[in-house]
Nanobody, 123 residues
Framework: QVQLVESGGGLVQAGGSLRLSCAAS????????MGWFRQAPGKEREFVAR????????YYADSVNGRFTISRDNAKNTACLQMNSLKPEDTAVYYC????????????????WGQGTQVTVSS
């Protein structure tokens, strides 16, 4: 079992930055690939970024590539999403998720989810 708790969301102006954190419980955090997803009102949940269990491999959605950076610290059981150059269209609830084995951009592949944190970008 893995429990995930996101933090770091908030209100920011366009062009600003936020850093989301995902704190995980359990002693096997390092065996899970981690992903970040987001869901805007009236839209489906979409993939944002993912990172392998070791942190050596990352992958991003085209919409955030070059602006967002995913990272993890297995010693601290945390995964982070650094978001720069934020745009109003980045407004959404952001979720972190964990899955055993290799990473995936498909939300259905993930075993555990956090409760989400709201990110609002004003124009």
């Amino acid at each position: 079992q893995v429990q995930l708790v996101e933090s770091g969301g908030g209100l920011v102006q366009a062009g600003g930055s936020l850093r989301l954190s995902c704190a995980a419980s359990g002693r096997t955090f390092s065996s899970y690939s981690m992903g970040w997803f987001r869901q805007a009102p009236g839209k489906e949940r979409e993939f944002v970024a993912r990172i392998s269990w070791s942190g050596s491999s990352t992958y991003y959605a085209d919409s955030v590539n070059g602006r967002f950076t995913i990272s993890r610290d297995n010693a601290k059981n945390t995964a982070c999403l650094q978001m720069n150059s934020l745009k109003p269209e980045d407004t959404a609830v952001y979720y972190c998720a964990a899955k055993r084995g290799g990473g995936s951009s498909w939300s259905g592949a993930y075993d555990y989810w956090g409760q989400g944190t709201q990110v609002t970008v004003s124009s």
